[in-house]
């Protein structure tokens, strides 16, 4: 019986928020984070107030299980400004 609640059950999410700015090359480099955060909402909230200061922020999630290396592709919540290409 457990074992068919475990198949229903959604993988955890990874919640992350991150700030860019530009070193003198040019090149975006971070400065805050990835900071997991607690919430979509709250990754949200997290990188709208560090947009103003940053060349860039992302908020973003994804389902994932680190413990066994599974991850679902990323979702971007917000982003504002200039950041990296994700992988």
């Known amino acids: 019986m457990s074992n068919g609640l475990l ?8 919640i992350v928020a991150a700030a860019f700015d ?6 975006l480099f ?17 990188a709208k107030s560090l ?11 994804r389902e994932a299980n680190p413990a066994i290396g599974e991850y679902g ?8 400004g200039e950041v990296p290409e994700m992988e």
């Open 73 to 80: 592709p990323p979702t971007t919540l917000f982003q504002a």
């Open 7 to 14: 198949h229903q059950q959604k993988m955890p999410k990874l």
């Open 30 to 46: 971070p400065v805050y984070g990835p900071a997991e955060q607690q919430s979509e909402e709250r990754a949200v909230r997290v």
């Open 51 to 61: 947009a103003t200061k940053h060349a860039g922020v992302i908020a973003w999630s």
């Open 22 to 27: 530009r070193g003198e090359d040019g090149e």
